[in-house]
């Protein structure tokens, strides 16, 4: 369960204030997959950061007692000078992982990547889409509560698309899922409910299809 | 599949164990040599000044050696600048691990001051070593309270640093002030002198600076032949805690800027 009180959030320019969320109140019930729409610039990159507690409202509370993952897709948090497989090694460091443990979650990430080579390389040397597969495949390793997911299934060629919708599919069974999309088939395919998001105002749907048919009459 | 379910169980030691592998990688292993320079910098100062004294002066302190005292002096000072050093950017240079949600600021610093303290007890038992192979006085007077001092010095050094990372982080022009009122700092610690050896007009003065008290603490209880009745226990007391306090209740004020800006 994922309850936001009062929530405003804001971003101060010189004159005015451009508000993302303004007095939002809205319970999400436990076990549902969650799909954010809205129009580009309306905050659900925000959003899925205050949901994963990398930034906070300006106002109100945001409460869970869930697990989130970092965000996927929003730049990302390895060390531009230490390889892949040293930054795999400190992600999963600190989320407790040691020895045998660690093994296993470094070649898991690196069947999964499929980077080849440049595993062993600096990250500075990747491409946008190579970190994304680095760090969505790491994310895979864990079982959090939610999945935090910004676009990052389009990353790749069509045969790695499948291959990670395939296993997030798997995944959903035990983790939940918030995603931020633009492909309506991966949202009606992954999703249980909806969160249209526009304008400060977020309006939450117990179905996904009805948030589609909101966003696509407002777009 | 559940290949590792996440838990919210000893989540500060695994962050900072991660953090320090991740620093020590980092700080040593892209730079050739990168543990020589840590011990070469002290190591050159107490050469130069030690090779400087000999040539100036005759022996102003006739019951020690002023090599040992100088080593003595540059080593805490060095454990100090390096802990305030590395707290001012410990939050600019991590920003990018904030995306893990449970790494959070506290953290990078408490791992800097732990990797500082660390690479400062293996430097020191690289200079007894280098000391005792070429057979200088090493004695201790007070064994303990040198040590003590040294602690204390360590959460001084801590106390500035933790208030210095948040200010740096909320002014922009903090960080270059601070390096500025650093740089002078090695000249006026009583590093290469002692304060009984100035003139009292001038020790008046220089007592003002809080590092003076701490040399004065750890070559005192270090040395037979000088004592610590120049330190002011609480003046550097205050300056101890006034700063960590300051910092703990800017920490928490400013905590959420810190981790999304």
């Known amino acids: 369960m994922i309850i936001l009180k009062n929530v405003t959030k804001y971003f101060k320019t010189k004159k005015t204030y451009k508000y993302i969320l303004n007095n939002v109140n809205i319970c999400i019930p436990s076990e549902k997959n969650i799909g954010i729409l809205g129009p580009n610039g309306a905050g659900k990159s925000t959003l899925l950061r205050m949901l994963g507690q990398i930034d906070f409202p300006n106002k109100g509370k945001i409460e869970s007692n869930c697990t989130f993952s970092w965000p996927m897709g929003l730049g990302n948090g390895f060390q531009g000078s230490m390889t892949g497989r040293e930054n795999v090694k400190f992600v999963c460091r600190i989320y407790g992982l040691k020895n045998k443990q660690l093994k296993k979650a470094i070649s898991f990430v690196e069947d999964f990547a499929e980077i080849g080579d440049y595993f062993n390389m600096p990250i500075k040397l990747y491409s946008s889409g190579m970190k994304s597969r680095l760090s969505f495949g790491l994310s895979l390793f864990f079982d959090f509560d939610y999945m935090i997911i910004d676009e990052t299934l389009s990353v790749g060629d069509q045969r790695f698309q499948k291959k990670s919708k395939d296993m997030l599919r798997d995944k959903i069974k035990k983790s939940k899922a918030i995603l931020v999309s633009h492909s309506m088939d991966t949202l009606r395919e992954i999703c249980d409910v909806g969160i249209y998001i526009n304008n400060g105002d977020i309006t939450y749907f117990d179905n996904i299809e009805e948030a589609i048919q909101c966003y696509q009459k407002n777009v | 599949m559940t290949l590792m379910r996440v838990k919210n169980k000893n989540i500060d030691y695994h962050v900072i164990v991660g953090l320090l592998y991740r620093e020590i990688q980092t700080r040593f292993g892209s730079k050739q040599f990168g543990y020589f320079w840590g011990i070469f910098d002290a190591m050159l100062m107490i050469i130069i000044f030690a090779g400087l004294k000999k040539i ?206």
């Open chain 2, 56 to 261: 100036v002066s005759s022996n102003s302190m006739l019951h020690l050696d002023f090599t040992v005292f100088l080593a003595v002096g540059f080593l805490s000072f060095f454990l100090w600048k390096n802990i305030v050093n590395k707290s001012l950017t410990a939050f600019s240079a991590n920003k990018a691990l904030f995306l893990y949600q449970r790494v959070r600021p506290y953290h990078t610093l408490l791992t800097r001051l732990f990797l500082e303290v660390l690479i400062s007890i293996s430097t020191i038992f690289i200079f007894l070593f280098i000391g005792w192979f070429f057979g200088f006085d090493l004695s201790i007077d007070n064994f303990l309270f040198t040590i003590l001092s040294l602690g204390w010095l360590i959460v001084f050094g801590f106390s500035i640093g933790f208030l210095s990372s948040i200010l740096s982080e909320l002014y922009e022009i903090y960080a270059k002030v601070m390096n500025i009122l650093l740089s002078p700092l090695l000249f006026i610690s009583a590093i290469m002198y002692s304060v009984e050896s100035l003139p009292p007009k001038l020790q008046e003065v220089i007592l003002y600076n809080p590092l003076v008290h701490f040399m004065e603490l750890i070559h005192g209880f270090y040395f037979k032949s000088l004592n610590t009745n120049h330190v002011d226990f609480e003046y550097i007391f205050y300056w101890t805690v006034v700063p960590l306090i300051l910092g703990l209740y800017l920490y928490r004020k400013h905590e959420e800027r810190i981790i999304s800006s």
